[in-house]
């Protein structure tokens, strides 16, 4: 995607940048949410599903909020969901992003 972008001077208007709000320091130290409690989103039950099932583990990705925690903490105490929407921006096919919000 990135060589047809570059291609064609296309820039991509990317969601999901948040993963429905998990890529937040909310969830860090948390443990792994059921899948079908009434407190998360259909959004979140999508992205638990993928964190679960297609990146590996609740585990695994306490190691990346920690890592991006510790990000944060280097550039003056930057929230998670600002170091990852960064990451999202510094790629030179994004244009910008879409955060939701709860309703």
């Known amino acids: 995607m990135a060589d047809v972008c570059e291609k064609h001077n ?31 989103t259909p959004s979140q039950r999508k992205y638990l599903d993928m964190i679960v099932k297609a990146w590996g583990s609740w585990v695994l990705f306490q190691s990346l909020l920690k ?25 030179p096919f994004v244009g910008a992003v879409l955060v939701g919000t709860d309703l």
Do not use: M
């Open 10 to 40: 296309i820039k991509l208007l990317t969601y999901g940048t948040l993963c429905g709000g998990f890529l937040a320091d909310k969830w860090l130290g948390q443990a792994e949410p059921d899948l079908y409690c009434g407190n998360l």
């Open 67 to 91: 890592t991006l925690r510790a990000i944060g903490d280097r550039h003056g105490g930057l929230s998670i969901a600002n170091i990852a929407t960064r990451w999202v921006l510094d790629h």
